[in-house]
């Protein structure tokens, strides 16, 4: 029965393990969309400004409000549309196809950063008032205390946080099946009606997941760690 997982000229292992890759750089490139995308959302949720204010609630809140599928849905099939009713105004009669891979990483990246976008404002507001001042004090200015403090204290707050949103992002990425794109759910659902062997594939498919889960644990514990060093806890 496991002869189907084999590397085998009849197995799936070549293209579960591809599967596997391409699922890690969706959700590496979602990852890192979604930290751009979070730390823009809490700059101008902290910043004075009402409408970047408004604009950051909004975007969080109507992410967080509605299914992942359906945000990768509107992106995917209604961006298609959109971009081909665009291009039939500049004189293109063919249907235009966006490119899954990209409109995946936009909408997992998109989901990603509004959950991101909360942690890092709450990582900003953790950061002691006192060092900025003493950093003011000592003649830095703006964006060298951003550099030098701000960022780095973020980033030691922010962690733990953001490992939970990668945690997150990772398993989201299995919805970008539904374009089509083969990553890990695609793969295993093919395998699996191809060869009516339906538990067989979504459990490799499930240690699959786990495998990548545990590793990302391990590895963002490890940062988490290295951070911490030489910080007093309370």
């Known amino acids: 029965m496991l002869e189907v997982l084999s590397f085998g000229p009849q197995g799936w292992g070549w293209q579960l393990l591809s599967g596997t890759l391409m699922t890690l750089a969706v959700a590496v490139s979602a990852f890192g969309a979604?930290?751009?995308f979070g730390s823009a959302g809490a700059a101008a949720k902290l910043s004075g400004s009402l409408p970047l204010r408004l604009a950051a609630e909004v975007y969080t809140t109507?992410?967080?409000?509605i299914p992942e599928l359906l945000v990768i849905y509107l992106l995917f099939f209604g961006g298609n549309e959109?971009?081909?009713a665009v291009a039939r105004l500049f004189g293109h009669d063919g249907r235009?196809?966006?490119?899954?891979?990209t409109v995946g990483v936009l909408a997992v990246g998109l989901i990603s950063g509004?959950?991101?976008?909360e942690v890092i404002r709450g990582a900003v507001r953790s950061v002691p008032p006192g060092q900025i001042e003493a950093a003011r004090a000592c003649g830095m200015g703006r964006f060298l205390t951003l550099r030098r403090i701000l960022v780095p204290q973020t980033l030691r707050y922010a962690l733990p946080g953001l490992g939970n949103v990668w945690q997150l992002t990772l398993k989201d990425t299995s919805l970008v099946s539904v374009t089509a794109l083969a990553e890990i759910m695609r793969i295993a659902h093919t395998g699996a009606g191809s060869t009516r062997q339906y538990f067989v594939?979504?459990?490799a498919a499930a240690l699959l997941y786990l495998l990548l889960t545990t590793l990302s644990t391990a590895v963002f514990e490890r940062a988490e760690r290295r951070a911490m060093r030489g910080a007093v806890r309370a």
Do not use: K
């Open 34 to 36: 979604g930290v751009v």
């Open 62 to 65: 109507v992410i967080r409000g």
């Open 82 to 84: 959109a971009v081909t």
């Open 96 to 101: 235009v196809d966006l490119n899954a891979f």
């Open 114 to 117: 509004a959950y991101s976008t």
């Open 201 to 203: 594939f979504y459990t």
